[in-house]
């Protein structure tokens, strides 16, 4: 994930650390509970100042991507295990994993997330147009039998006021 892209350091950097350059919230940079990014400027400043190398060197990976040789759709694949690893870099691994969809074999294909929710979103969407098509034929015949009741109905009304007409006439002749 992102965050973990940005704020998943291990223990081991942390420890070894002796300048305070290895996670993002050393510099000044923390993570709040929404999710937003809130920067401590007196601590980046000083972080800047002292040494804008080490700073560099949290964001940037100076000596590339060295996945050890790790096999593909391994978790270790896309993890760097040079001396750093540059924030920046793991982010757009993280991204890029996130947008792209993986082959395995001729049968398997690994799905990337926004690939995999643009595919459930799309199925969804053909779903609702048959629901909805389903629905609107019911309508339609329900509209034709209404239709047909109420000309009935008008036929009946017709033929009861053409006898009451009819009785009318003949107990007025009887009068």
């Known amino acids: 994930s992102i965050d973990q892209a940005l704020f998943g350091v291990d223990l081991d950097t942390v420890q070894a650390d ?7 919230s050393l510099v000044g940079i923390k993570r709040q509970s929404d999710g937003t990014l809130l ?6 400043e000083d972080k800047l100042t002292n040494d804008i190398d080490a700073f560099a060197d949290l964001f940037v990976d100076l000596d590339g991507f060295d996945n050890g040789g790790a096999a ?5 694949h896309d993890v760097d295990i040079t001396a750093d690893s540059g924030l920046a ?9 996130m947008f ?9 294909v690994i799905k990337g997330v926004f690939d995999n929710r643009t595919e459930t979103y799309n199925k969804d ?22 239709v047909r009741r109420f000309a ?10 053409a006898q009451g007409a009819s009785l009318s006439a ?3 002749g009887l009068g």
């Open 89 to 97: 870099a793991t982010l757009d691994r993280a991204i890029q994993k």
């Open 72 to 76: 593909d759709n391994t978790p270790a």
């Open 125 to 146: 969407i053909l779903r609702f147009g048959k629901q909805i098509d389903a629905k609107q034929e019911y309508l339609d015949k329900f509209e034709e039998a209404l």
């Open 152 to 161: 009935n109905l008008e036929q009946l009304i017709g033929g009861l006021n």
């Open 18 to 24: 002796t300048t305070g350059y290895s996670t993002m």
């Open 39 to 44: 920067v401590n400027d007196s601590d980046l």
């Open 170 to 172: 003949a107990l007025g």
């Open 100 to 108: 792209t969809s993986t082959r395995v074999n001729d049968d398997l």
